[in-house]
């Protein structure tokens, strides 16, 4: 009679065995992410001392990034994901083209009441006959 008891002593010891095995599974693959992301990090940094450049990145939940964010997301879906490139030449002209000839000129942008960049700058010009280039 004590047996069964004793049973579910033992199923329930080795469920937490196999928990605990299946957790230390999970660690080991976390701190493998966790220095394959510091190594990327030390590159990046190498790479940004190199070439002399500053890192600007922004806090987390720093809204002043919406309009940059909102920008690399539209010319990320609707100009180069996707697409295969076959020269680096190849992509800067497709990213000048989306910039020039969709995003500037006719795509509506909030964060300047509803209108394109090209008419944005058009009404600023005619508003203060200042033209910045």
């Not at 230390?24 to 030390?42: F, G, W």
């Amino acid at each position: 009679m004590i047996l069964p008891s004793n049973s579910k002593a033992i199923q329930r010891e080795q469920a937490l065995a196999d928990e605990n095995a299946r957790l230390k599974c999970q660690l080991a693959e976390k701190s493998e992410e966790l220095e394959i992301a510091q190594y990327c990090l030390t590159l990046y940094r190498s790479l940004m001392i190199q070439h002399d450049l500053k890192c600007s990145m922004s806090a987390k939940d720093n809204c002043y990034d919406a309009c940059a964010e909102s920008f690399f997301h539209s010319l990320k879906i609707q100009a180069i994901h996707g697409e295969c490139f076959e020269t680096r030449d190849a992509m800067r002209r497709q990213v000048l083209e989306y910039i020039e000839m969709d995003y500037n000129r006719q795509r509506r942008h909030s964060a300047i009441g509803m209108i394109s960049s090209e008419a944005f700058e058009a009404r600023m010009i005619a508003e203060t006959g200042v033209h910045d280039c």
